[in-house]
């Protein structure tokens, strides 16, 4: 949005554009004597003005394992909250009010939705805890800290930073089905599932038969018998042409013929 | 602080019901002991998965309604685990196995002993910090 992207006197010309349509909206928002529909435009209007906001919070959690598109929507959430319960006559910006009602709730769907098992909150707020302080003291030791260090950080004891580290392992789990798309979008990406189990090899063989099947009930028995007993019963064509009372040649040109009409049948099926 | 008697030699014994279901009890123990060690966050992290390879391994052999007897040794800066089990018909490690490149990737030293009834895994950890900074010592 252009607010958030030009700079200098283009950025304040468009935050003071925001600011007053800001207002205007909430004045006709907030008037009792204005219609329900007209109130309800206001109200969409706002939201809408102020999505960028959103996008704005949802950004700064982005790369935290939960999508994009899901924190812009539960950010949006509490903008909705915040237009409504926000009190024009405060004398406090939109934006100053709206933004910790955003990121109330975009923090509120990590610690409550992003788990994959229920944790109890006292251990998920250790554990965010947690890993801001590994973060930081990582970057100011230099190394990766001891866990008394991060307890004198937090200001708690070493076992519960021990019991943090467990439930942290609840956070989040990985489906068998889950992708490794790790090498880009290519939507080829190999399943956990693919990695630990193989194909059963017999697995294949399942489809033809059943493709086969009714194709060979509509041959001729003649040539039904032939086949049967060519790689069934494994018979030479000239034990087969003396079985049924034909020539071996007649075997071999009924058999390349029979075995043609099963395999374009097959092909037209796929 | 259990630190100040880590000093000398400690030991820690633990025995469990050769179960899955209490993988996760050894896992918090041995994170619990080797945070009074002076191990960093990533090599707790490292020592979790080693544990969990480690009981993985010796769970598979142990016979039915078996113990796991777990060992600790505990001197500063390095933790030893011993894993042993009853197991009446022990298979040999497999090397090439998955699990076992994951074991020695992550541990200083891995080892099996594989004995008539018996079946152990051994791991030993050191901690990647310096002990030789002026961080030890100090709470110990």
């Given at each position: 949005m252009t607010e958030v992207d030009s700079r200098g006197s283009g950025r304040s010309a468009a935050l003071e554009a925001t600011r007053r349509e800001n207002a205007r909206l909430f004045l006709i928002f907030r008037d009792t004597d204005a219609s329900d529909a007209e109130r309800d435009t206001a109200r969409d209007s706002l939201v809408h003005l102020h999505l960028p906001l959103v996008e704005h919070c949802a950004r700064r959690f982005r790369n935290r394992g939960e999508p994009y598109e899901d924190l812009v929507q539960v950010g949006t959430i509490g903008l909705i909250k915040a237009v409504d319960r926000?009190?024009?006559?405060?004398?406090?910006e939109f934006s100053t009010y709206a933004t910790p009602t955003i990121i109330g709730e975009i923090k509120r769907y990590f610690r409550d939705k992003g788990w994959a098992i229920r944790v109890p909150r006292r251990l998920q707020e250790l554990r965010m805890q947690i890993s801001a302080a590994t973060a930081e003291l990582t970057q100011s030791l230099g190394r990766s800290p001891l866990p008394r260090e991060i307890a004198e950080s937090i200001g708690c004891t070493v076992e519960e930073i021990v019991e943090g580290l467990e439930s942290s392992n609840a956070y989040a789990t990985l489906s068998?089905?889950?992708?490794?798309?790790s090498d880009g979008d290519s939507g080829g990406g190999q399943s956990m599932l693919d990695a630990i189990g193989i194909d059963d090899v017999a697995l294949e063989h399942v489809e033809i038969r059943e493709s086969v099947r009714p194709l060979l009930e509509s041959l001729p028995p003649r040539e039904k018998k032939i086949l049967l007993l060519r790689f069934?019963?494994?018979?030479?064509q000239s034990q087969i042409a003396a079985e049924i009372g034909v020539s071996q040649m007649h075997v071999s040109r009924l058999l390349t013929r029979t075995l043609e009409q099963l395999r374009t049948s097959l092909e037209h099926d796929v | 602080m259990i630190t100040s008697g880590v000093g000398a030699r400690s030991d820690v014994e633990l025995r469990l019901p050769a179960d899955g279901a209490y993988a996760a009890v050894l896992r918090t123990l041995t994170a619990g002991l080797a945070a009074r060690l002076d191990f960093t966050m990533d090599d707790i992290e490292d020592l979790r998965i080693a544990v969990s390879e480690t009981t993985a391994m010796v769970l598979d052999q142990a016979d039915p309604g078996a113990d796991l007897l777990c060992r600790f040794r505990l001197s500063p800066g390095e933790l030893t685990l011993e894993c042993s089990t009853t197991a009446a018909a022990p298979a040999h490690p497999d090397y090439d196995s998955f699990g076992w490149q994951v074991l020695t990737t992550l541990t200083t030293d891995a080892s099996v002993d594989v004995a008539p009834g018996g079946y152990a895994v051994r791991i030993t950890l050191r901690t990647s910090l310096d002990l030789s900074d002026d961080v030890t010592g100090v709470g110990l």
């Open positions: 926000f009190d024009t006559d405060r004398g406090v068998l089905d889950a992708t490794d798309d069934f019963k494994n018979m030479t | -």
